[in-house]
Protein backbone atom coordinates (compact mmCIF):
# COMPACT_ATOMS: atom_id res chain seq x y z
CA UNK A 1 0.00 0.00 0.00
CA UNK A 2 1.19 3.49 -0.92
CA UNK A 3 1.01 6.30 2.32
CA UNK A 4 -1.84 8.63 2.62
CA UNK A 5 0.17 11.29 0.81
CA UNK A 6 1.30 9.49 -1.74
CA UNK A 7 -2.12 7.96 -2.34
CA UNK A 8 -4.02 11.70 -3.12
CA UNK A 9 -0.77 11.97 -5.57
CA UNK A 10 -2.25 8.77 -7.60
CA UNK A 11 -5.66 9.30 -6.58
CA UNK A 12 -6.72 10.77 -10.26
CA UNK A 13 -4.91 7.30 -12.14
CA UNK A 14 -7.29 5.56 -9.72
CA UNK A 15 -10.55 6.90 -10.65
CA UNK A 16 -10.97 9.57 -7.92
CA UNK A 17 -10.73 13.56 -9.40
CA UNK A 18 -10.42 14.62 -6.09
CA UNK A 19 -8.88 13.90 -2.27
CA UNK A 20 -12.65 13.82 -0.86
CA UNK A 21 -13.59 11.26 -3.40
CA UNK A 22 -10.24 9.37 -2.71
CA UNK A 23 -11.21 9.41 1.08
CA UNK A 24 -8.38 11.41 2.30
CA UNK A 25 -8.32 14.71 3.42
CA UNK A 26 -5.29 15.88 4.03
CA UNK A 27 -3.50 18.69 1.49
CA UNK A 28 -1.26 16.98 -0.89
CA UNK A 29 2.73 16.31 0.46
CA UNK A 30 4.77 18.30 -1.76
CA UNK A 31 7.06 15.31 -3.40
CA UNK A 32 11.13 15.66 -2.81
CA UNK A 33 12.65 13.48 -5.64
CA UNK A 34 16.12 12.73 -5.38
CA UNK A 35 17.84 13.75 -8.51
CA UNK A 36 19.69 10.90 -9.33
CA UNK A 37 20.25 9.97 -5.67
CA UNK A 38 21.74 12.52 -3.27
CA UNK A 39 24.11 13.58 -6.08
CA UNK A 40 25.19 16.59 -4.51
CA UNK A 41 27.06 14.58 -1.90
CA UNK A 42 27.69 10.80 -3.68
CA UNK A 43 28.30 10.09 -7.16
CA UNK A 44 25.74 9.86 -8.80
CA UNK A 45 23.57 6.83 -9.98
CA UNK A 46 25.20 4.63 -7.26
CA UNK A 47 23.39 2.85 -4.58
CA UNK A 48 25.25 4.64 -2.39
CA UNK A 49 23.72 8.09 -3.27
CA UNK A 50 20.32 6.89 -3.58
CA UNK A 51 20.92 5.49 0.25
CA UNK A 52 21.52 8.28 1.35
CA UNK A 53 18.79 9.96 -0.22
CA UNK A 54 16.49 8.04 1.55
CA UNK A 55 18.02 8.86 4.87
CA UNK A 56 17.66 12.17 4.03
CA UNK A 57 14.27 12.18 3.70
CA UNK A 58 13.57 12.01 -0.44
CA UNK A 59 10.18 10.47 -1.07
CA UNK A 60 11.51 9.25 -4.45
CA UNK A 61 14.63 8.33 -5.73
CA UNK A 62 15.41 9.03 -9.93
CA UNK A 63 17.46 6.37 -11.69
CA UNK A 64 17.84 7.18 -15.17
CA UNK A 65 17.95 4.15 -17.33
CA UNK A 66 19.90 2.99 -19.97
CA UNK A 67 20.02 -0.34 -21.69
CA UNK A 68 23.07 -3.06 -22.08
CA UNK A 69 24.08 -5.08 -24.94
CA UNK A 70 22.45 -8.04 -23.32
CA UNK A 71 19.00 -5.53 -22.78
CA UNK A 72 19.44 -4.92 -18.78
CA UNK A 73 18.37 -1.70 -17.69
CA UNK A 74 21.08 0.16 -15.71
CA UNK A 75 21.06 3.56 -13.79
CA UNK A 76 23.52 6.09 -15.79
CA UNK A 77 22.90 9.44 -17.00
CA UNK A 78 24.13 8.36 -20.27
CA UNK A 79 24.67 5.63 -22.07
CA UNK A 80 28.25 7.06 -22.48
CA UNK A 81 29.62 6.24 -19.76
CA UNK A 82 33.38 7.73 -20.35
CA UNK A 83 33.00 10.52 -17.27
CA UNK A 84 31.07 8.20 -15.17
CA UNK A 85 33.13 5.03 -14.96
CA UNK A 86 36.35 4.15 -15.13
CA UNK A 87 36.29 2.17 -18.52
CA UNK A 88 39.08 4.50 -19.71
CA UNK A 89 41.24 2.62 -17.27
CA UNK A 90 40.41 -0.83 -18.03
CA UNK A 91 42.44 -2.07 -21.33
CA UNK A 92 40.54 -4.63 -21.72
CA UNK A 93 37.56 -2.57 -23.38
CA UNK A 94 40.06 0.00 -25.30
CA UNK A 95 38.74 -1.57 -28.24
CA UNK A 96 35.25 -0.69 -27.37
CA UNK A 97 35.94 3.33 -27.63
CA UNK A 98 33.24 4.74 -30.54
CA UNK A 99 31.64 7.48 -31.90
CA UNK A 100 28.03 7.84 -31.57
CA UNK A 101 25.47 10.44 -32.76
CA UNK A 102 22.82 10.49 -30.05
CA UNK A 103 19.75 12.96 -30.06
CA UNK A 104 21.58 14.93 -33.16
CA UNK A 105 24.66 15.02 -30.82
CA UNK A 106 28.26 13.62 -31.65
CA UNK A 107 30.21 11.66 -28.55
CA UNK A 108 33.10 9.80 -28.55
CA UNK A 109 33.67 7.45 -26.00
CA UNK A 110 32.28 4.31 -24.52
CA UNK A 111 28.81 3.33 -24.28
CA UNK A 112 26.61 1.03 -22.12
CA UNK A 113 24.85 -0.68 -25.66
CA UNK A 114 28.65 -2.42 -26.84
CA UNK A 115 28.82 -3.98 -22.92
CA UNK A 116 26.80 -6.93 -21.10
CA UNK A 117 25.84 -6.41 -17.74
CA UNK A 118 28.44 -8.70 -16.79
CA UNK A 119 30.89 -6.67 -18.88
CA UNK A 120 29.28 -3.61 -17.33
CA UNK A 121 29.70 -4.89 -13.73
CA UNK A 122 33.33 -4.95 -13.57
CA UNK A 123 33.92 -1.01 -14.03
CA UNK A 124 33.15 1.40 -10.85
CA UNK A 125 31.54 4.38 -10.71
CA UNK A 126 33.37 8.27 -11.44
CA UNK A 127 32.23 11.70 -9.97
CA UNK A 128 30.68 13.36 -12.92
CA UNK A 129 31.30 16.97 -11.89
CA UNK A 130 35.08 16.72 -9.82
CA UNK A 131 35.77 20.15 -10.51
CA UNK A 132 32.46 21.65 -8.92
CA UNK A 133 31.93 18.36 -6.33
CA UNK A 134 35.66 17.72 -5.24
CA UNK A 135 34.31 15.68 -2.11
CA UNK A 136 32.25 13.65 -4.20
CA UNK A 137 35.48 12.29 -6.17
CA UNK A 138 37.01 10.92 -2.70
CA UNK A 139 34.61 7.67 -3.55
CA UNK A 140 35.58 7.53 -7.29
CA UNK A 141 35.91 3.35 -7.37
CA UNK A 142 34.25 2.54 -4.70
CA UNK A 143 30.62 1.39 -5.99
CA UNK A 144 29.13 -0.66 -9.16
CA UNK A 145 26.82 0.62 -12.16
CA UNK A 146 23.54 -0.84 -10.55
CA UNK A 147 20.79 -2.50 -12.37
CA UNK A 148 17.15 -0.90 -12.15
CA UNK A 149 15.88 -4.33 -10.21
CA UNK A 150 18.74 -3.16 -7.39
CA UNK A 151 17.46 -0.05 -7.25
CA UNK A 152 13.50 -1.30 -6.93
CA UNK A 153 15.44 -3.59 -4.04
CA UNK A 154 17.05 -0.76 -2.31
CA UNK A 155 13.64 1.17 -2.07
CA UNK A 156 11.50 -1.84 -0.61
CA UNK A 157 13.73 -2.59 1.42
CA UNK A 158 14.53 1.09 3.16
CA UNK A 159 10.76 1.37 2.96
CA UNK A 160 9.93 -1.21 4.76
CA UNK A 161 12.91 -0.15 7.67
CA UNK A 162 12.35 3.27 7.47
CA UNK A 163 8.32 2.57 7.95
CA UNK A 164 7.43 4.84 4.97
CA UNK A 165 6.83 4.56 1.20
CA UNK A 166 9.96 5.03 -1.09
CA UNK A 167 9.11 5.70 -4.58
CA UNK A 168 11.11 5.39 -7.92
CA UNK A 169 11.16 7.81 -10.69
CA UNK A 170 13.16 6.04 -13.66
CA UNK A 171 13.39 8.27 -16.72
CA UNK A 172 13.71 6.40 -20.10
CA UNK A 173 17.22 7.83 -21.66
CA UNK A 174 17.24 7.79 -25.66
CA UNK A 175 14.72 5.41 -26.08
CA UNK A 176 14.07 5.64 -29.61
CA UNK A 177 18.11 5.70 -30.10
CA UNK A 178 18.37 2.81 -28.65
CA UNK A 179 15.29 1.04 -30.56
CA UNK A 180 17.51 2.13 -33.77
CA UNK A 181 19.76 -0.11 -32.19
CA UNK A 182 17.22 -2.92 -31.97
CA UNK A 183 17.40 -2.51 -27.78
CA UNK A 184 13.79 -1.37 -26.74
CA UNK A 185 13.07 -0.18 -23.29
CA UNK A 186 9.69 -1.55 -22.92
CA UNK A 187 9.54 -4.69 -22.32
CA UNK A 188 12.43 -5.05 -19.64
CA UNK A 189 11.17 -1.95 -18.05
CA UNK A 190 7.44 -3.07 -17.33
CA UNK A 191 8.57 -6.60 -16.60
CA UNK A 192 10.53 -5.38 -13.41
CA UNK A 193 7.61 -3.02 -12.45
CA UNK A 194 5.58 -6.44 -12.87
CA UNK A 195 8.32 -8.49 -10.93
CA UNK A 196 7.83 -5.95 -7.99
CA UNK A 197 4.31 -5.82 -7.94
CA UNK A 198 4.55 -1.70 -8.72
CA UNK A 199 2.46 -2.10 -12.24
CA UNK A 200 -0.29 -0.42 -10.66
CA UNK A 201 -2.08 2.52 -10.92
CA UNK A 202 -1.24 3.88 -7.27
CA UNK A 203 2.05 1.94 -7.59
CA UNK A 204 5.08 4.29 -5.89
CA UNK A 205 5.96 5.10 -9.16
CA UNK A 206 6.59 7.86 -12.05
CA UNK A 207 8.03 6.88 -15.33
CA UNK A 208 9.38 9.64 -17.07
CA UNK A 209 11.06 10.66 -20.44
CA UNK A 210 11.81 13.44 -23.17
CA UNK A 211 10.63 11.63 -25.78
CA UNK A 212 6.33 11.37 -26.33
CA UNK A 213 6.02 8.68 -28.39
CA UNK A 214 7.34 6.27 -25.84
CA UNK A 215 5.16 7.58 -23.30
CA UNK A 216 2.46 7.08 -25.35
CA UNK A 217 2.92 3.49 -25.85
CA UNK A 218 3.06 2.73 -22.24
CA UNK A 219 0.01 4.29 -21.88
CA UNK A 220 -1.36 1.64 -23.29
CA UNK A 221 0.38 -0.90 -21.52
CA UNK A 222 0.37 -0.06 -18.02
CA UNK A 223 -1.43 2.46 -15.54
CA UNK A 224 1.79 3.58 -13.70
CA UNK A 225 1.91 7.25 -13.56
CA UNK A 226 4.09 8.86 -16.61
CA UNK A 227 5.51 12.26 -16.67
CA UNK A 228 6.54 14.11 -19.63
CA UNK A 229 9.83 16.14 -19.31
CA UNK A 230 9.94 19.22 -20.78
CA UNK A 231 13.51 21.29 -22.00
CA UNK A 232 13.40 25.09 -22.26
CA UNK A 233 14.50 24.36 -25.63
CA UNK A 234 14.68 22.07 -28.52
CA UNK A 235 12.03 19.71 -29.31
CA UNK A 236 11.23 16.08 -28.77
CA UNK A 237 14.38 13.79 -30.35
CA UNK A 238 11.66 11.52 -31.78
CA UNK A 239 10.00 14.26 -33.59
CA UNK A 240 6.21 13.93 -31.83
CA UNK A 241 6.14 17.72 -31.53
CA UNK A 242 7.38 20.78 -33.22
CA UNK A 243 9.17 21.95 -29.88
CA UNK A 244 8.96 21.86 -26.16
CA UNK A 245 7.50 25.49 -26.50
CA UNK A 246 4.70 24.24 -28.70
CA UNK A 247 4.01 21.76 -25.70
CA UNK A 248 3.56 23.83 -23.14
CA UNK A 249 0.32 25.88 -24.70
CA UNK A 250 -2.89 25.41 -23.00
CA UNK A 251 -3.59 22.21 -26.20
CA UNK A 252 -0.86 21.35 -25.65
CA UNK A 253 -1.15 20.48 -22.10
CA UNK A 254 -4.45 18.87 -22.74
CA UNK A 255 -2.51 16.67 -25.13
CA UNK A 256 -0.08 15.89 -22.41
CA UNK A 257 -2.77 15.01 -19.98
CA UNK A 258 -4.46 12.51 -22.18
CA UNK A 259 -1.34 10.29 -21.99
CA UNK A 260 0.68 11.24 -18.70
CA UNK A 261 -0.27 12.15 -15.34
CA UNK A 262 2.65 14.78 -14.91
CA UNK A 263 4.60 17.47 -16.32
CA UNK A 264 8.15 18.05 -15.74
CA UNK A 265 9.48 21.34 -16.73
CA UNK A 266 13.21 23.00 -16.55
CA UNK A 267 12.87 24.86 -13.51
CA UNK A 268 12.68 28.54 -15.56
CA UNK A 269 9.40 27.67 -17.06
CA UNK A 270 7.97 27.85 -14.07
CA UNK A 271 9.80 30.79 -12.30
CA UNK A 272 12.27 32.68 -14.45
CA UNK A 273 16.31 33.38 -13.60
CA UNK A 274 14.86 36.78 -12.30
CA UNK A 275 11.89 35.06 -10.02
CA UNK A 276 9.11 35.85 -12.20
CA UNK A 277 6.09 33.02 -11.91
CA UNK A 278 5.48 31.92 -15.89
CA UNK A 279 2.02 30.55 -14.91
CA UNK A 280 2.78 27.33 -16.31
CA UNK A 281 2.27 25.69 -13.18
CA UNK A 282 -1.44 26.50 -12.45
CA UNK A 283 -2.22 26.10 -16.15
CA UNK A 284 -0.96 22.63 -16.17
CA UNK A 285 -2.36 21.63 -12.81
CA UNK A 286 -5.71 23.23 -14.22
CA UNK A 287 -5.28 20.70 -17.40
CA UNK A 288 -4.98 17.91 -14.60
CA UNK A 289 -1.38 17.15 -14.47
CA UNK A 290 1.13 17.13 -11.45
CA UNK A 291 4.63 19.66 -11.99
CA UNK A 292 7.90 18.48 -10.85
CA UNK A 293 10.35 20.76 -12.07
CA UNK A 294 13.78 20.49 -12.41
CA UNK A 295 16.43 20.48 -11.17
CA UNK A 296 17.36 22.27 -7.74
CA UNK A 297 21.21 22.49 -6.85
CA UNK A 298 22.84 23.72 -4.16
CA UNK A 299 25.57 25.43 -5.77
CA UNK A 300 26.10 28.76 -6.68
CA UNK A 301 27.12 27.59 -10.04
CA UNK A 302 23.56 26.47 -10.84
CA UNK A 303 21.30 29.09 -8.89
CA UNK A 304 19.65 32.30 -10.63
CA UNK A 305 22.54 35.08 -9.53
CA UNK A 306 20.05 36.18 -6.98
CA UNK A 307 20.31 33.17 -4.56
CA UNK A 308 24.21 33.46 -4.77
CA UNK A 309 26.19 33.65 -1.81
CA UNK A 310 29.96 35.21 -2.80
CA UNK A 311 31.79 34.13 -6.01
CA UNK A 312 32.91 30.56 -5.34
CA UNK A 313 30.93 28.52 -8.03
CA UNK A 314 31.46 25.46 -5.70
CA UNK A 315 30.44 27.32 -2.44
CA UNK A 316 26.81 26.67 -1.26
CA UNK A 317 23.99 29.54 -1.85
CA UNK A 318 20.35 30.21 -0.68
CA UNK A 319 18.82 27.24 -2.69
CA UNK A 320 15.97 27.33 -0.09
CA UNK A 321 15.14 30.93 -1.50
CA UNK A 322 14.65 29.30 -5.12
CA UNK A 323 12.64 26.26 -3.89
CA UNK A 324 9.92 28.73 -2.05
CA UNK A 325 9.48 30.82 -5.59
CA UNK A 326 8.50 27.47 -7.38
CA UNK A 327 6.68 26.47 -4.41
CA UNK A 328 4.35 29.45 -4.06
CA UNK A 329 4.07 29.07 -8.08
CA UNK A 330 2.18 25.65 -7.23
CA UNK A 331 4.54 23.16 -8.19
CA UNK A 332 3.46 19.58 -6.57
CA UNK A 333 7.24 18.40 -6.27
CA UNK A 334 10.74 18.51 -7.55
CA UNK A 335 13.94 17.70 -8.37
CA UNK A 336 16.91 18.18 -6.31
CA UNK A 337 20.86 16.86 -6.25
CA UNK A 338 20.70 17.50 -2.06
CA UNK A 339 17.40 15.96 -0.80
CA UNK A 340 18.14 17.26 3.20
CA UNK A 341 17.60 20.70 1.61
CA UNK A 342 14.77 20.01 -0.29
CA UNK A 343 12.78 18.76 2.46
CA UNK A 344 14.08 21.86 4.69
CA UNK A 345 12.98 23.99 2.27
CA UNK A 346 9.74 22.45 1.31
CA UNK A 347 9.07 22.20 4.90
CA UNK A 348 9.93 25.83 4.99
CA UNK A 349 7.81 26.95 2.16
CA UNK A 350 4.81 24.76 3.47
CA UNK A 351 4.99 26.20 7.28
CA UNK A 352 5.84 22.73 8.51
CA UNK A 353 5.19 19.23 6.62
Partial sequence: MVSAALALIFAGTAGCTTAREA??????????????????????????????????????????????????????????????????EHPEFADRRATRTID???????????????????????????????????????????????VIALAKRRSAETGRMIGIYPETKHPSYFAARGLDFDAPLLAALREAGWDRADAPVFVQSFEVDNLRRLARQTRVPLVQLVASAGAPADGAAASYAEMLSDTGL???????????????????????????????????????????????????????IGADPKATGRLADEIARHVAAGVTGFFTDFPYLGVEARNGARGGE
Wanted: no cysteine; aromatic share 8%.
Fill in 23 to 88: GITQAPRILVIAHRGASGERPEHTLAAYDLAIEQGADFIEPDLVLTRDGALVARHENDITQTTDVA
Fill in 104 to 150: GVTHTGWFTEDFTLAELKTLRAKERLPDLRPGNARFDGQFAVPTLAE
Fill in 254 to 308: AAIARYARGLGPEKSLVVTNEGDDTGLARRARAAGLQVHPWTFRAENYFLPERDR
